[in-house]
């Protein structure tokens, strides 16, 4: 009995033994059979290795291991099915997708084609108009030789006669005096021939000429700006200003791309978002990614700067927060006595490729995700300024990763006295022709 009390109890063996050998009553099988169940007392075997269960499991939670253990054969089926049904829905996506990949090269091969054409027929009509002035200065030279011929004809005429004048008066000059003085063999009296006036007109139009190489300058020159400026049409940008930014001196036309400059002040209280001492507006869409272009027409316009700016630009006073240019906010170029100059963090540099007219249109490339904006002279797509992360050190180049959304922007410039204050400035329609 103390054996196998002392199995039961582990280290307890020899407290057993001792109350068994002091008279003590030692426990009944009874009393063994109470700790076991209510105490769940275990051999603490060091060498057994199987991990004991407190309680034994119920019958249900024992189907549900056999259960999740190993799937039935319908659960086997059914997921064979679904597999297959996946297998099949993949390979028709991938043959969809390499159909795609074809249907891409076709396409973007008739799209060459088409591009091929349009440029043959430019160049057809390049070789045609060619041909058509080789044409016009080669009658230019027959014309002009027939005239010189029939005139070189003349003169040999006059030449036979000279020299038959000449052979007549050397004949004479052989005779006697006798037959001198009885006035036998005299020449006949001819007359000097001198140029007509007429002869100084027989010579290739030149003048005619130098103003088709000008033409064709002018048209080199266009054409090679409507290949330049077709891609950025297709980048076109619809520019709306905000009505809501706008100073209380400009006016902005029903659709928002025109904008006038008037001398008395809106009566709409003044909102949040409205420049209240400088005279700016911002466009309503932002830029954040991606390509955009748009054009303003400057003309009635005699002061002026264009730009874009960040949300965050300042719009309250007068201080360099809120001006173009100013400031880290915003990038323009302005138009101010004249001269012309691009704005940057309160920098400037005078602007590239001004000619000798007063510029037209401005146009604004923005190439959002590699940090560049361009600023163009629209009617001969001339650059004015290239602000990117690879600038002069004239501009900080640490800003010119964009870090906020950009807006369109504007502003109207103060001109001499001597000039009348700045009209109209207005977003130009584009589309490709």
């Given at each position: ?9 582990g ?37 057994c ?45 991938i ?60 003169w ?27 006035g036998?063999?005299q ?29 064709l300058s ?35 036309t ?18 949040p ?20 272009y ?22 309250k006073g ?55 904006l ?6 001969n ?19 010119h990763?964009?870090?906020e ?29």
């Amino acid at each position: 009995m103390a054996d196998r009390v002392s199995l039961s109890v582990g280290n307890g063996d020899t407290t057993m033994a001792q109350s068994e050998q002091s008279g003590l009553a030692a426990p009944s099988a009874g009393a063994h059979s109470v700790l076991q169940d209510g105490l769940s007392f275990t051999p603490l075997d060091s060498n057994c290795d199987r991990v004991v269960q407190p309680f034994p499991r119920s019958p249900k939670l024992q189907r549900k291991k056999v259960t999740d253990g190993k799937p039935s054969q319908e659960q086997l089926t059914r997921h064979l099915e679904e597999l297959q049904a996946e297998k099949s829905k993949t390979e028709a996506h991938i043959e969809s997708l390499k159909k795609r990949n074809t249907d891409l090269s076709r396409s973007t091969e008739m799209m060459k084609q088409q591009v091929h054409e349009r440029f043959e027929n430019m160049r057809a009509i390049l070789k045609q108009d060619e041909q058509a002035v080789l044409d016009y200065l080669e009658l230019d030279l027959r014309q002009t030789r027939t005239r010189l011929e029939h005139v070189l004809k003349n003169w040999k005429q006059h030449q036979d006669q000279v020299t038959k004048s000449i052979s007549s008066t050397q004949t004479a000059l052989s005779k006697s005096s006798a037959a001198e003085e009885d006035g036998k063999g005299q020449s006949e009296n001819l007359s000097p021939k001198k140029p007509d006036a007429s002869e100084k007109q027989i010579r290739l139009n030149e003048e005619r000429f130098e103003r088709l190489l000008k033409t064709l300058s002018s048209i080199s020159r266009n054409l090679r700006a409507q290949l330049q400026r077709k891609t950025l049409l297709l980048d076109s940008s619809p520019v709306v200003f905000d009505k809501q930014t706008c100073h209380s001196q400009i006016a902005v036309t029903s659709e928002g791309r025109g904008m006038f400059f008037s001398s008395s002040g809106s009566s709409v209280p003044e909102h949040p978002l409205q420049f209240d001492k400088v005279c700016c507006a911002l466009g309503s869409s932002p830029l954040t990614a991606g390509q955009s272009y748009w054009e303003v027409d400057v003309r009635c316009c005699s002061a002026w700067a264009v730009g874009v700016a960040y949300t965050s630009l300042q719009r309250k006073g007068r201080d360099k927060g809120a001006k173009l240019g100013r400031n880290r906010n915003s990038w323009c170029v302005e138009l101010r006595d004249s001269n012309l100059s691009a704005w940057h963090n309160d920098r400037h540099v005078a602007c590239q490729g001004v000619g000798q007219t007063a510029l037209g249109k401005v146009g604004v490339l923005v190439r959002y995700d590699k940090g560049q904006l361009i600023f163009y002279d629209a009617d001969n797509m001339v650059v004015l300024q290239k602000f990117s992360a690879a600038m002069t050190p004239v501009f900080d180049r640490a800003h010119h990763q964009f870090t906020e959304p950009l807006y369109p922007a504007i502003r109207f410039l103060r001109p001499p006295l001597n000039q009348m204050w700045p009209n109209h400035l207005e977003i130009c329609h584009l589309h490709m022709l």
